[in-house]
């Protein structure tokens, strides 16, 4: 009658906050005022954020995905000027 | 003597140095703007405090870049001398002429306070009015101050005697609380190997005066200035 | 881009219909869509102080040092050796609210551009902080932003942050306040001004970039915050010190030539409101070219254009032929520079973008036009009797101040203030936390400016007109303290809905108040700043009259901090009734906040504080400080603990029960430390001012008068828990 | 005689910068603290870094890669003590 037991899998979670479009990004301009600079004139634009790399375990890729997106929600990004990506891998 | 003060933009430390600089007895430091590249004739360049390029990316990864870090890369390597505090000392390490890195501040705040500096060796250019084992009042100001080093260049360091000062308490043994940003081995200020080099974080340029609080800073630039008077 | 302008349109711009019918009336025609926009924002509260200005009009604003009063953007006071001191107040309390740390940050950024606008390089920055209970959740997120933007902001564009004043009540909860304050120096004959001239003569615009930030914050900041607060996210702006650093630097440069006829930074409805208010005030028309606005993002529209509050931004207009000075000298810093548009005589502001006339507006009847209201008051209840609770002292004098020296609205702000950097000019002579005001010398001059905000809103709730009084009066108490001259003092009110009579009648009477206490210290007004509809849901804040005082000291030497040193009377200045109405020590020991609060008699406070500075300045005196919330004892425990230096006290007054004497907030009051505490009280009774010998200096201990002792090490972990461990509580 | 018109194409770079194994990374350490104070008790560990996009011409792939490369130990990362790792995508 007992449930099977939880298998817990390992992953690896990236996490990319970026200033959201529109919303001033002084860090990016001078970035890219920067590598104008030293003539890299190819470049267009650039911008300027935050990577937050992870280990955790969860039962399935869907569970880790859903807790690494709350953990962004809460507190990684902040909604009113950022938005964030996620990348999550499975790990040995 | 002839100094020059380093303008990057969002230096905003260059007024404490001049005035250091003259009421140490010193003449009026020339300014510089980053973006020249003729030192010709001083014996003495400052990086002073701030944040060049608004400290993004890195605190002074940018300015590490302009065209008159080129010349004092070629004016150290002649043996000229260079101070670097706060903002100048991360500029010296992000353009590779003093070795290390300084990472955030353990705290992950801003550090305003004042902090004591216990001198290393008293024998050089810049500490020479001070006495070995002396401690000093400063005030710092940074975000990232946090000095690191790799072992091998920690061992350097530290086997020839290139530290400049370390964060102590008044009575100058080591405390882990007097150390407030986490630099490894207490770490506040090095030299370069030929000691002409020196960057530190903390601010002596803002204790010059009894009316402002003290005096404490004062013999790092009357020592400078009767080392390098011509 | 023109939508359909309706009544419903502009009501959802803050336009009612009556000021929308006008509106219609001046143009005789509907207006565009920019058209509306330029009118909303003009006409909105922040912009137009459309419920405030008829009371404004009650503060004195002159005395013969004062150059400039409230009508610039920032007040000017001659403070001798030719120079003049620039300042004012500012808040951002709604968009601190939104985005903590960009909404402190680009309070700062705008009060500094109000005053190097003038000509004056910033020399010091403070700021009056008001947060929600430390228990609600929001709180601690909220003070960790505040803290951090303006430290950002601050210490990046080197101006030292020397002073501020914080409290917490639960009225704050939802409803932060930030009042940013910045003071500048200039030569009191290179006062630049907004005033535009000279037919045909350039408009110019300096700085950053113009994107899509903060359209209609000025709007936003006169409404009232609903449940949907959040919606109204996108509009925060978000700031760049490192530009405003370097149009300081380039504004500065460029006020050395001649080149500059008129300029005003572009704050709240950035371009609208710098260009109508320019060329209103010369009486003049200006057109703008929009195609010509460096832009941030693509597709801008005229209206978004008109109403962006992208920051580090000016307008100037210049003398004609200057235009490639001005150019050299920003690019130089890096900074976009553009002519946009020129001075006509036509008396109107006409915008053109892509070929198009977008808005064409008599500049005459925008201003003469705009919505005055005398609003309806209602008179706030009477101030309460003195209440009998406070008869008796359940805890005793050792309890009750560890527990007042512990709480959050008496403990040390030194976790607050090791985040901004107070040394960076190298002239500041007091630093927060070393007295009652900080004191920052002006380069090159003996001369130094003392410095302070003030205001106790629990006072102001009880007795509007008392509490308005008081914070000026405070301010004033304050900068007698260090030794200075009090010049003048610029405000910040901050208010609730001023819609409701409550809140008008609040407002009303703290203003009267604020206006006696003025007039009878020959204090005036030289700036200040509005905030209404500090309300979240209904309920507002406390009334919170913010007074930003300025000072000057001849000599900065002779400045005195609360510092003790060993071996030293203290000496009691101003009479004691032992006032515990609204005290600390009723809220902290009763749980109550009840009673009147303590009354001002504005001529004792005149005396008291001229017979300090006269004290000082003959040199007799080691330290000083005012007493203020909590009272005398926690007044001889703050100086305790910056000189560390022990304290024995003497038994008080027979008549007045103990806690009264020790922790009653009568106003008016000093205490100074002197090694000659009998000369100093026989120099006191010949000046008809009370005082009394309350204890010595020395050692490593407070000695209450019953004998208790607290060592001052004990002492110090109580005034140093709270900060740290509320902040670093989690992550 | 004269050569092909080089044909320039448009990509976006990802530059993600970490601490170096071995360096002291307390920004991701308090992140991990606050997670897990939040109950994400899954997560193990939790680096932080900085993230920099952007858009850039290169005739081709390999040219872009190898800008972006220079860019990177040029400027973006500071090889003492940071790593770095670079994703690049042609766009539109
Ligand atoms: N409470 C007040 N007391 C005195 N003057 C005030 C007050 N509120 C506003 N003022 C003055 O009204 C003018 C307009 O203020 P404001 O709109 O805040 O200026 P800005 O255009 O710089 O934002 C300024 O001169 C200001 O000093
Ligand atoms: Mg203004």
Redesign the interface.
Known sequence: MSAPLPVTLHFNATVTVLPKEGVLD??GQ??ER?LK??GFSEVETVH?GKVITLSLTAADRAEAERRVREMAERLLANPIIQRYTLRIEESA | MRVGVVLF??T??E??VL??FVRAGAPRPRLIWHEESDLAGLDLVVLP???S??????PG??AA?SPVMTAVRAFAARGGYVLGICNGFQILI?AGILP??L???????????DCHLRVERADTAFTRHFQKGAVFRA?M?H?DG?Y?A?PATLARLEGEGLIAFRYTPPAGELAREANPN?SMNHIAGIYSANLRVLGLMP?P??L??????GEDGLPLFTGLAEALAA | MSAAVTPELARAFGLNDDEYARVQAILGRIPSLTELGIFAVMWSEHCSYKSSRIWLRKLPTEAPWVLHGPGENAGVVAIGEGLAAVFKIESHNHPSFIEPYQGAATGVGGILRDVFTMGARPIANLNALRFGDPAHPLTRRIVDGVV?GI??YG????VPTVGGEIDFHPAYNTNPLVNAMTVGVARADRIFLSRASGVGNPVVYVGAKTGRDGIHGATMASAEFGADAETKRPTVQIG????E??LIEACLELMETDAIVAIQDMGAAGLTSSSVEMAGKGGLGIELDLDRVPQRETGMTAYEMMLSESQERMLMILRPGREALAERIFRK??LDVAVIGRLTDTGRLVVRHQGRIEADIPLGPLATEAPVYDRPRQAPPPPPPPGEAAAQDPVGLAAALERLLASPDRCSR?WV?????????????K?PGAADAAVV?I?GHLLALALTTDCAPRYCAADPRLGGAQAVAEAWRNLCAVDARPLAFTDNLNFGNPEKPEIMGQFALAIEGMAEAARALDFPVVSGNVSFYNETEGRAILPTPVVGGLGVLED??QARGIALAPGLDLVLIGATQGALGQSLWLREILGLQAGAPPLLDLAAERRCGEFVRAEIAAGRIAASHDLSDGGLLIAVAEMALAGNTGVSLLPGPAGLPPHAFWFGEDQGRYLLATSDGAALLARAEAAGIAARLIGRSGGRDLTLPEGTTISLASLRACHERFFPAFMEGSG
Chains 1, 4 share one sequence.
């Open positions: 002084p860090e001078a970035i920067a600079g030293l300027a | 933009p969002g905003n430390r007024r404490d005035t250091a405090g701030g944040f390029y608004g400290d993004y990316l890195r990864a940018m870049l992000e290390g890195a990472l955030r501040n353990v705290t992950l705040r801003f550090l305003a306070q005030p100001a975000g946090n690191f790799d986490g601010h340029e803002d010059v005066d009894p009316v402002i609080g | 951090r430290g950002g210490n990046c564009v080197g760049d010190p490192f530009v650093k370097l810093w890096g030194a203030w090791h985040q901004y950097d107070a040394t960076v000019g190298g002239e500041t002579v630093r010398r380069e900065a030497a």
